[in-house]
């Protein structure tokens, strides 16, 4: 899988060409964390948004899965997106092992996917904001 992305600035936002595959990759922790929350107070503790924040972002990401397309995202949707990919591995932890069959059964992508997508992310903002 492909995990390295380009952004650049455009004003507060940032613009970027995704693939499919890793747009789907958001969509997987998104939906996850999403599901897996009790309530809309821990949701937001953990994404820093509430469900209707993540489904919104959620659908914009959504699409025909075929192709790669063009995105503009916010640092705020961006921060969404980066703290759900960092925040799916630990619910797949069991008498403090990680199960990486049952994370790639659930989501899947391997663990090591979205840990390159989640370091990708920071990597593209801080290479789009370094004058």
């Known amino acids: ?13 940032f613009r970027g060409r995704l693939t499919a595959t890793q ?3 958001m969509c997987e ?6 599901g897996w929350a009790s309530t809309d107070e ?19 990401l959504q699409g025909d899965h075929k192709t790669p397309r063009e995105f503009t995202l916010t640092a ?3 921060h969404v997106i980066h703290a759900a990919i960092t925040a799916v591995a630990p619910m ?9 069959e049952a ?13 390159a997508m989640a370091s990708s992310i920071v990597g593209a903002v801080s290479e789009a904001t370094t004058p």
Request: cysteine-free.
């Open 76 to 78: 705020r949707e961006l």
């Open 42 to 60: 821990t949701l937001t503790v953990q994404l820093g948004a509430g469900r209707e924040e993540v489904r919104r972002l959620y659908d914009r």
């Open 103 to 115: 994370f790639y059964n659930r989501t899947g992508f391997f663990r090591e996917n979205f840990d």
């Open 23 to 25: 747009t789907d990759l």
């Open 1 to 13: 899988m492909r995990t390295r992305i380009k952004l650049t600035r455009a004003g507060e936002a």
């Open 92 to 100: 797949f932890l069991s008498n403090r092992a990680f199960s990486e």
């Open 29 to 34: 922790a998104l939906s996850a964390l999403e």
